[in-house]
């Protein structure tokens, strides 16, 4: 079953580079309706909804990249941008601090 779900969240990739935005929104969403849990989903479809000006579902997305991968400090970098595209300043600076606090707790370095 992971295998499918890797091919199509490929095949949705294509479809948003080829600038096939909606196209690429329901591959996504099928692929969720599959795996609810399937983080690099949830991660593609805010961008893209966010390009789409759906700003609430683009953030609601963004908002379970970090449910579910919430020791990712990646998570919330994307998380912050997301905000801050959707135009949620004080958001996006709660989140990008929250990315930082993250870091420093690793010891790690940004990417």
């Known amino acids: ?12 990739i294509k479809l948003k ?7 690429a929104v329901t591959q996504l969403e099928a692929i969720e309706a599959i795996d609810p849990t399937h983080v690099l989903t949830h991660s593609a479809l805010a961008v893209i909804l966010q390009r789409l000006g759906k700003f609430d579902a683009a953030i609601g997305h963004a908002l379970k ?42 010891g790690g370095h940004k990417h």
Request: with cysteine.
């Open 1 to 12: 079953m992971m295998a499918d779900l890797n091919q199509m969240y490929d095949a949705a």
């Open 65 to 106: 990249v970090t449910e579910l991968d919430p020791t990712d400090p990646f998570s919330f970098t994307q998380m912050s941008v997301i905000y801050q595209r959707c135009g949620k300043i004080q958001e996006a600076e709660d989140a990008m601090a929250r990315a930082r606090m993250m870091e420093a707790a690793r």
């Open 17 to 23: 580079d080829s600038g096939d935005l909606p196209g």
